[in-house]
């Protein structure tokens, strides 16, 4: 019996470093994973605007925009990927004289009444170092779905000032050629290619089902 205890007592010396030692790691992982964890967040629609510009009659620029927008955002810079679905209801285009917004939403153009929303649906980000560049992604104007790519011009994160809440700004472009979406209205009086500019304001949710709640 006195031979056994020094060695039992020796055993019980190794473990509990061991022991230790294996928590040690995994709380790091754990810590690590959550330090990885994509952020998301919710668009905010009162402070995003989507605007466009396209020629006329080829002497001047005709601009417009969109008045409600909404969606999400997902980034994980580390890992350089997430996810952007922006949505625009074709319905709120406002060019500054009712007349022509309404010829906007109608057949020859948006179609609204039968198709009411423009959607983009990322497919890639694209990211210079933990910086956000560009997105590649799938526009859907019109039932039409073509190919998009993104410039992101602008993007700032950071706590709002009043709030408090963690929030992103971007400002991001692009330019598509109307026809490709089955607008060929007028198309020597009105422009092909349409220049597209959002200025987009989002703030951090705690999961996508909070994103996409109304």
């Known amino acids: 019996m006195k031979s056994s205890s020094p ?10 470093p061991f022991t230790a030692g294996a928590a040690a790691l995994l709380v790091l992982g754990f810590a690590a994973a959550a330090a990885a964890a994509p952020v998301v967040y919710r668009i905010e629609p009162e402070f995003t605007y989507a605007e466009f510009a396209v020629s006329h009659i080829g002497l001047s ?5 969109f008045g409600r927008t909404n969606g999400t955002i997902v980034l994980d810079p580390e890992q350089h990927s997430g996810s952007i679905d922006f949505v625009v209801d074709a319905t709120s285009i406002d060019t500054g004289w009712n007349v022509r917004d309404e010829f906007l939403r109608g057949e020859a153009m948006f179609d609204a009444a039968h198709y009411p929303v423009v959607r983009f649906r990322s497919t890639q980000l694209v990211f210079d170092h933990e910086h956000l560049i560009g997105v590649a ?14 410039k992101v011009e602008r993007l700032e994160c950071g706590k709002e000032s009043d709030s408090g809440r963690d929030g992103c700004g971007a400002g991001v472009a692009t330019s598509i050629r109307r026809s490709d979406f089955g607008m060929n209205y007028a198309l020597t009086l009105v422009g092909d290619e349409i220049d ?8 951090r949710v705690r999961s996508q089902g909070e994103a996409e709640r109304p």
């Not at 620029?61 to 925009?65: A, L, S, Y």
């Not at 104007?141 to 190919?147: I, K, W």
């Not at 597209?196 to 703030?203: G, H, I, Q, Y």
């Open 7 to 16: 060695s039992r007592s020796k055993r019980i010396r190794i473990s509990e």
């Open 61 to 65: 620029r005709q601009r417009g925009h």
């Open 137 to 150: 992604g799938e526009l859907t104007l019109r039932d039409v779905t073509r190919p998009v790519a993104l």
């Open 196 to 203: 597209l500019s959002f200025e987009v304001t989002a703030f």
